[in-house]
């Protein structure tokens, strides 16, 4: 950064990513202070978070008569469902003298309070109450003009999204050919089982980084690799802002976990011997298995501090479930987080403290990161657009071998 230049504001010119815009063969990771610097941290809350389609909770977790307080871009939002169970969000702002309308998740019933007067908003942000406000007399006040402000909120699969930006495309342009790709797991049945939360001594984009890359697999992940083999790995993206890989086949090796609960009715044969792992940009990670989802979503907080929240979901038709065999799944996958973490709280000590200077990514085992470095350019400097996929599922590409089960639309 310039001498002198605290703002960050570098960054929204092209020049800045000039080792990032070149081709996967020539172009280099990150610089270190894309991960480190408070000034790099505030801008991208406003041209990243600010402006895309953040996921800021699970769909069955959103419901009618209960508020989720979110944050995004450095704005706080609420979520809730109205009557006829449709998503509304809102900015955590009253419109009377702007108090906060809540601190935290909460019950609500069917009117939104505001704690310091108690005007009162319907579900759909409608000012509904005003106790006492008129007694000594006002002039030319309609209700109907300080409804709460709307934030736009919209569900794909098992995740509700938000955007602050009125310009941002619309989320099913923004996730592209996932509903497609995903479709024959119909993940907008799936419920939650079980949810976490994690605080991470790392960046949000190194968190993201490590799950999108399979490099590190079989070092970091022993356990895994007898599941989710490195030689069984394949791209799985088309167009759409997010970066995806799949295993296949999963094998169960001598793990059982992946086996013990019955898989959802009706997937192909290739959805049903798969694992998808998709990072939906910016801040979704979503492994998809024949049988269960686990998520994760992103909450930055500070440049080097994130907050994970992991949640376990199951298909509509496994319900009822052994305790024990739910048990056994969401503690493997607990324990891969906790090696990921480990290494992504290594990595950041080192982009803070090592003097790094960025190096060259592996065409193979780095491309995703190639592709999710190109997204955090775009957002800083203001270019739009949905990138493009691979041509098809069905040959090598980058050193790997053919899918034998191959992704068909």
């Not at 942000?125 to 000594?136: C, Y």
């Not at 019955?262 to 492994?287: K, M």
């Not at 440049?303 to 199951?314: A, H, M, Q, V």
């Not at 000590?349 to 190109?374: C, I, Q, V, W």
């Amino acid at each position: 950064m310039n001498k002198g230049d605290t703002s960050g504001s570098r960054w929204v010119s092209e020049s800045a990513w000039a080792e990032t815009r070149l081709p996967l063969e020539k172009a280099s990771s990150l610089p270190a202070a894309c991960y480190t610097d408070q000034s790099f941290f505030d801008l991208e809350q406003q041209q990243v978070f600010g402006t895309s389609w953040v996921a800021v909770a699970i769909a069955d977790q959103v419901n009618t008569g209960r508020m989720l307080v979110r944050s995004i871009g450095g704005k706080s939002i609420v979520l809730t469902r109205n009557s006829q169970g449709e998503l509304r969000g809102f900015l955590n702002s009253c419109r009377h003298r702007g108090t906060e309308l809540a601190e935290s998740d909460c019950d609500i019933g069917a009117v939104i309070r505001c704690p310091y007067h108690r005007w009162g908003y319907n579900l759909d942000g409608t000012l509904v109450a005003t106790p006492r406000f008129d007694e000594a007399g006002i002039d030319n006040f309609d209700p109907a003009d300080f409804p709460l402000h709307r934030v736009r909120v919209a569900q794909w699969g098992v995740l509700v999204f938000a955007c602050l930006d009125a310009d941002t495309m619309p989320l099913d342009e923004w996730v592209g050919d996932l509903p497609e790709r995903t479709g024959g797991y119909q993940l907008e049945q799936w419920h939650s089982v079980e949810t976490q939360d994690v605080a991470i001594a790392a960046n949000w984009k190194l968190i993201s980084e490590n799950f999108q890359e399979y490099y590190h697999l079989s070092w970091v992940h022993p356990e895994l690799s007898k599941v989710s083999r490195v030689d069984d790995h394949y791209r799985f993206q088309g167009p759409g802002l997010y970066c995806g890989q799949t295993t296949t086949p999963v094998s169960a090796g001598d793990r059982d976990d992946w086996t013990a609960m019955p898989p959802a009715t009706g997937l192909s044969e290739s959805d049903a011997q798969s694992g998808r792992f998709l990072a939906i940009f910016p801040n979704v990670l979503l492994s998809v298995l024949p049988n269960h989802v686990f998520v994760m979503v992103l909450q930055p907080i500070a440049p080097g501090r994130t907050i994970e929240t992991c949640t376990f979901l199951l298909p509509p038709t496994t319900a009822h479930v052994p305790e024990q065999d739910i048990a056994a799944t969401l503690a493997f996958w607990l324990d891969i987080n906790a090696e990921d973490i480990d290494i992504v709280e290594r990595g950041q000590r080192g982009l803070s403290k090592g003097g790094f200077t960025p190096g060259r990514l592996s065409p193979r085992f780095e491309e995703p990161l190639h592709r999710f470095h190109n997204m955090v350019a775009d957002r800083f400097t203001g270019v739009r657009r949905v990138p493009d996929g691979d041509l098809n599922d069905h040959e090598s590409q980058l050193g790997t071998g053919v899918n034998p089960l191959p992704y068909r639309a």
